[in-house]
Structures are given as structure tokens and as C-alpha cells.
């Protein structure tokens, strides 16, 4: 059986792009599960697939990240990866799918794992805003601020892979990937075909497709009168060599591959030694970029 890739909501959970790519295992809140049945339902996962990858925010409920930690500890399991990403909450579903359509794939489960951000590079997320207010996860000028109280404003707004906000106007634009992409969007409480249109067109990406706002998302970006936005590398076999070009070394600790600096299994990074004698030659967050 394939690693198991979990998220921490549903509506992290996108239709798969193929036939071959295997759904997303959703972990209930605390609120809406004991700790004995979240134990259970994450034993019958490794029980299954032998190791799981929980894909979540870094903005994630600090009581649910809790739960996370409480249940990885009491298992005693070094087969559970907690990873972590700052990215919006529909960039973060396309990651956990993209995962998904990878877990079939001949990768380890350490390589996989930290595949995770190599891949982030590659998803340009943003949103079209009502308000900048409220955002407080992209860099808001004291200018950008006092516009949000103009009626009628608007803003475009790039999260990752970095920082962009730009006010609606004539010539407004927005960087975008210099590669072949697909645009996911997600509707929220804001009329608008300028994302559907004029970014799609700026970006010149080869398809679109549309899905249902995370519902995370109005509190990430700070309003509801939004529209979300992701593009993505749809290919799993382009996937499948964006992360086996990167080259892999075992974990001192716990033995599993790893591509990167740091192993998502269990957060070891290399020792000092090694990082010495592998100068210029080991991976690290900077040559995860593209």
C-alpha cells in the first residue's frame, strides 16, 4: 500500500487528477473526536500503509497541531510526519494532492515526505481581496492599509512562493510562474473575472479548473470577500522528476531517505561534520527553489 497522506479538513481533500491517485485520509478536530478514537483510526493507517504524512498549516487550530503531537507521541511511532506548510489553504490542498499522486510512485517514504517543500516552490498561491485589513501573513504596506477602507477597493495578493499585493487598477499585475501551469480557483464572497480572465491570460497557464473555497481560507486571508487562487503542475511524471532529480542521503537518526536539510519523519537535520564535508553539494532550502 502506498504512504498514506492525511490532512487536518475535508475540504483539504481535491478530486484527483487521475484514476491512479488514492484519496486523503481527513483527521477529525478535537472537538468532534475523543483522543482513543483519533488513536485507533491513526494505528489503522499505519497498520495499512506503514507510514502516514499528515499535511497541514502552519496556521492550523493550535489545539488540533496539539492533538497531532499527543497522538504521534503516545503511538511511539517514528512512521508519522507532521508536515508543516505556510502556505494558503487551497495551496496547501494542491499540495496534499500532489503528494497524493506521488505516493504511488517507487518514492520512500522520507523522500516523499520532504518532497513536501520541494514541491511548494512550484505552487504560486494568491487571492483576490476585498480588504488587506486584515492580512497579516503577507507584508501589507501603511498605504495598502488605508486604501482598504475606500469602497470598492480590491487587491491581488501572492502568498508564496513570494510575497506580492498590488491594488486593483488599470495595468495592475501580478509575477507569475515562468513554467507550464494549471490554475485552480476557489470562489469565495466576491464578484470578479479578473483571476478566471486577465491573471489566467497573464500567466498564460494551459487549463482551469474551478473548487470549493477551504473553509479556513476567510480567516487566513482576513475576510470572506475573497477568491482564491493556485496554480499547479498537474503531471505527475513532471512531478516524479522535479523530486528524483534532487539527491537523496539517509537520516543519521532515523535511517529513512531524505532529500533536503531536514528529515520530516523526525525533524533531524545533518550534524555539523557533515554538513562541512558536503559544502556546496548538499541540498538545502535555498537550492529547493527553482
Known amino acids: 500500500m502506498p504512504t498514506a497522506i492525511a490532512v487536518t479538513s475535508p475540504d483539504l481533500v481535491l478530486p484527483p ?3 491512479q491517485t488514492p484519496p486523503a485520509m481527513p483527521i477529525q478536530p478535537p472537538d468532534s473526536q475523543p483522543l482513543e478514537a483519533a488513536l485507533a483510526d491513526m494505528q489503522v493507517l499505519l497498520d495499512r500503509h506503514g507510514y502516514v504524512i499528515v499535511v497541514h498549516s502552519s496556521a492550523t487550530a493550535p489545539a488540533v ?5 499527543t497522538v504521534r507521541s503516545i503511538l511511539e511511532s517514528d512512521r508519522i510526519a507532521l508536515l508543516s506548510s505556510d502556505l ?5 490542498a494542491v499540495l496534499a494532492r500532489q503528494l ?4 504511488v510512485c517507487d518514492l520512500s517514504a522520507g523522500v516523499l515526505a520532504s518532497a513536501g517543500r520541494l514541491l511548494t516552490h512550484y505552487i504560486y498561491a494568491g487571492a483576490l481581496l476585498n480588504s488587506v485589513a486584515k492580512l497579516d501573513r503577507v507584508p501589507v504596506s501603511l498605504k495598502s492599509h488605508a486604501k482598504s477602507w475606500v469602497p470598492g477597493s ?3 495578493v501572492v502568498a508564496n512562493p513570494a510575497p506580492q499585493l498590488v491594488k486593483m487598477g488599470p495595468g495592475a499585475a501580478l509575477a507569475g510562474p515562468e513554467f507550464g501551469t494549471w490554475l485552480l480557483v476557489a470562489p469565495g464572497q466576491l464578484q470578479s473575472d479578473w483571476v478566471k480572465g486577465t491573471l489566467a491570460r497573464s500567466w498564460q497557464v494551459q487549463g482551469l ?10 480567516r487566513w486571508w482576513g475576510t470572506s470577500k475573497l477568491i482564491e487562487f493556485a496554480t499547479y503542475l498537474p503531471d505527475v511524471s513532471v512531478l516524479y522528476q522535479l523530486v528524483t532529480s534532487v539527491r537523496r542521503d539517509p537520516c543519521h537518526w532515523c535511517g529513512l531517505e531524505r532529500i533536503g536539510d531536514r528529515c520530516v519523519f523526525c525533524s533531524a537535520t545533518p550534524p555539523v561534520h557533515e554538513n562541512q564535508s558536503h559544502a556546496g553539494g548538499v ?3 535555498e537550492t529547493l527553489a527553482p
Request: glycine fraction near 4%; proline fraction near 9%.
Open 283 to 285: 541540498l538545502n532550502q
Open 17 to 19: 487528477e487521475d484514476q
Open 88 to 92: 494558503p489553504p487551497l495551496g496547501l
Open 65 to 69: 497541531v496539539r492533538r497531532l503531537h
Open 100 to 103: 497524493r499522486q506521488l505516493s
Open 154 to 156: 480590491q487587491f491581488a
Open 209 to 218: 479548473r474551478e473548487a470549493a473555497l477551504p473553509a479556513e481560507s476567510a
